[in-house]
C-alpha cells in the first residue's frame, strides 16, 4: 500500500508531545497496519479502529497483541458502519485518501456523524499530485487530497479550521501530508 510508512506518522507523536490530543475516545478509519492504533492505546486512548480489509485488521490485532495493547477493531466498510455512540476524536490518515473521490461526500457526512458536537478531527490530507490531474485524470489511491476540496467536504459552518499554513509531514513514498485539527460544530 503506498501509503503505509511502516511506522507511525511523525506528526502524531508531534501531536501528542504537544499535548494537541490528549487521551479520550477516539476513532481511526482504515486503520492499515495498526501503528496509530497501537501508539494511541499504549498513550491511554479508548481506541476503535476500522478497516474495510480482513488483513488491516489482522495486522492491527497483531500489532496490538505484540505490544500488550487493547482496541476495539471493526472489519466494515466506512461508507455504511454506525458506532454505538460518538466519538470525542477522530484520527484520519489514510481512509479519505483511498476512497475514490465520488465517495469523499458520503464519507465526510458519516465523519460528522461519528464525532460528538465539539469533537475533533484530526487530519492529514495527502498531497500528491500526478501527471495528468492538468488533463483532468483521477489517479490513485492514494488520492490528491486539495486543500480547496478539504474545505469544501468538511464545510465551515459545520466545522472551524484552524488558520493557514499548516504542518506538513513528508512520506516515504514522496507524497506529503498537510495536518489539520477540525472541530465539529453544530
Keep these: 500500500m503506498p501509503w503505509d510508512r511502516g511506522a507511525t506518522s511523525p506528526q502524531l507523536a508531534a501531536w ?37 480489509a480482513a488483513e488491516a485488521i489482522s495486522r492491527t490485532r497483531k500489532q496490538l497483541e ?3 495493547l487493547k482496541a476495539r477493531l471493526f472489519e466494515a ?3 455504511t458502519w454506525q ?61 490528491h487530497c486539495d486543500i480547496n476540496a478539504m474545505r469544501a467536504l468538511f464545510p465551515e459552518p459545520l466545522w472551524s479550521w484552524p488558520k493557514p499554513p499548516y504542518p506538513r509531514t513528508s512520506h516515504p513514498q514522496g507524497l506529503a501530508e498537510l495536518a489539520v485539527v477540525l472541530e465539529r460544530r453544530d
Excluded at 486503520?31 to 492505546?41: K, N
Excluded at 461526500?105 to 461519528?114: L, P
Excluded at 501527471?131 to 490513485?140: N, T
Design 16 to 52: 501528542l508531545a504537544a499535548s494537541a490530543l490528549e487521551p479520550c475516545r477516539i476513532l481511526v478509519p482504515g486503520c492499515g497496519s495498526g501503528y496509530e492504533v497501537a501508539d494511541l492505546a499504549a498513550a491511554g486512548f479508548e481506541v476503535t479502529a476500522l478497516d474495510y
Design 66 to 68: 505484540t505490544a500488550g
Design 77 to 79: 466498510d466506512a461508507l
Design 83 to 143: 458506532p454505538e455512540r460518538a466519538f470525542d476524536a477522530i484520527y484520519e490518515q489514510t481512509c479519505l485518501c483511498a476512497l475514490y473521490p465520488d465517495q469523499w461526500r458520503a464519507y465526510a457526512d458519516q465523519v460528522h456523524r461519528w464525532l460528538a458536537p465539539a469533537g475533533r478531527l484530526y487530519a492529514l490530507f495527502v498531497q500528491m499530485l500526478r501527471p495528468g490531474a492538468a488533463e483532468g485524470a483521477i489517479q490513485g489511491p492514494p488520492y
